[in-house]
């Protein structure tokens, strides 16, 4: 099952407007990361942040954390066209083992 | 550092056949995972090694699909024999330490686009 599930499953803005994708996850954390996949290409880490966090920022990138609402949020600024892509987050599921789960992503379009 | 390597990118072939996904993980990278991506089911994880060791392969579909890695630098991915449904694209990546405890990221391939007809 998903640990990890985006919300929008798509969004479609214009450029210099900000994007904010949704996280929510099912079980305890250590840390939850979110990915990002250019059409045809593997993903790429964006950002981590830990379950003692609340808030994280990186260049444009903000992300933030709610334990209590197991929920995360990523908050694309003053977006590109060159940001589009799917994102996803990723938290390890529970039983000990470390493989991340990811959610089926939110798929980004930046209009020119 | 020329990332995690998979080949081939493309891969079209005949139900039936064998077929095998091949992965070079960064250098002095611990752990190395294989993923399989389809639009109905998102991003899976068969399976992931440490220090060469599986330990864990609950994601592993079906006894037709089946993962090594002899040593720190490769990794095969092998499905025998290939069906339809196996067509999807084929993740490998690999990290330094653990990721769900110690935060280390993963780093991806591009992936192998596997087709089976």
């Known amino acids: 099952s998903q640990q990890g599930e985006e919300d929008p499953q798509a969004l479609s803005i214009q450029e210099g407007e900000n994007a904010t994708m949704n996280c929510s996850y099912k079980t305890s954390i250590n840390n939850l990361q979110w990915y990002r996949q250019n059409s045809g290409r593997g993903l790429v880490h964006l950002i981590l942040i830990r379950s003692n966090e609340r808030e994280k920022h990186s260049g444009r990138l903000r992300v933030t954390l709610d334990t209590s609402k197991k929920s995360s949020s990523l908050l694309i600024t003053a977006s590109r066209a060159a940001d589009t892509a799917s994102y996803f987050c990723?938290?390890?599921?529970?039983?000990?083992?470390?493989?991340?789960?990811f959610g089926k992503g939110t798929h980004l379009i930046i209009q020119p | 550092d020329a990332g995690v390597i998979q080949s081939p990118r493309h891969e079209v072939t005949e139900m039936g056949q064998e077929v095998t996904l091949r992965c070079k993980p960064i250098?002095?990278?611990?752990?190395l995972f294989w993923y399989r991506q389809t639009m109905m089911r998102g991003l899976e994880l068969l399976i992931y090694f440490n220090n060469n060791v599986p330990i864990d392969d609950s994601g592993m579909p079906e006894d037709r699909f089946s993962a090594k890695m002899p040593n720190a630098s490769f990794s095969t991915l092998k499905i025998q024999p290939s069906e339809p449904r196996d067509s999807a694209v084929y993740f490998c990546?690999?990290?330094?330490?653990?990721?769900?405890?110690?935060?280390?990221?993963?780093?991806f391939g591009n992936g192998t686009r596997l087709t089976v007809t």
């Open positions: 990546a690999s990290s330094l330490r653990l990721t769900g405890v110690e935060g280390s990221p993963l780093h």
């Open positions: 250098s002095g990278h611990d752990y």
């Open positions: 990723a938290t390890v599921s529970g039983g000990g083992a470390d493989g991340l789960t």
